[in-house]
């Protein structure tokens, strides 16, 4: 069983910047892939940015070079670093963990593990 908490989201300014964290609970998280999702009001949930086991990252096109993923398995965390935010990026963020990475990848609604979301607001 894997538990994971959100945190870092909040109300920021267009070019600003935000660290999400997610803390995971268990043993096993260096085996699972992870991957930070979010969803604006009245669109679908997408996949911001994943890393595998093995930190092999992917990232939408949408954040490609503005923000960056990544692990650190001492902590049991993963973070998303956010830069250059736009309004456009206003969404709830939910962090994920399966131990497969083409279901993070492909955001399968089979992904074993959720968090419960964070809010993050870019105001223009």
């Known amino acids: 069983q894997v538990h994971l908490v959100e945190s870092g989201g909040g109300l920021v300014q267009a070019g600003g910047s935000l660290r999400l964290s997610c803390a995971a609970s268990?043993?096993?998280?260096?085996?699972?892939?992870m991957g930070w999702f979010r969803q604006a009001p009245g669109k679908e949930r997408e996949l911001v940015a994943a890393i595998s086991s093995g930190s092999s990252t992917y990232y939408a096109d949408s954040v490609k070079g503005r923000f960056t993923i990544s692990r650190d398995n001492a902590k049991n965390t993963v973070y998303l670093q956010m830069n250059s935010l736009k309004p456009e990026d206003t969404a709830v963020y939910y962090c994920?963990?399966?131990?497969?990475?083409?279901?993070?990848?492909?955001?399968?609604?089979?992904?074993?593990?959720w968090g419960q979301g964070t809010q993050v607001t870019v105001s223009s």
């Open positions: 994920a963990a399966d131990p497969i990475t083409r279901q993070v990848l492909t955001g399968s609604n089979g992904i074993d593990y």
């Open positions: 268990g043993r096993t998280f260096s085996s699972y892939a």
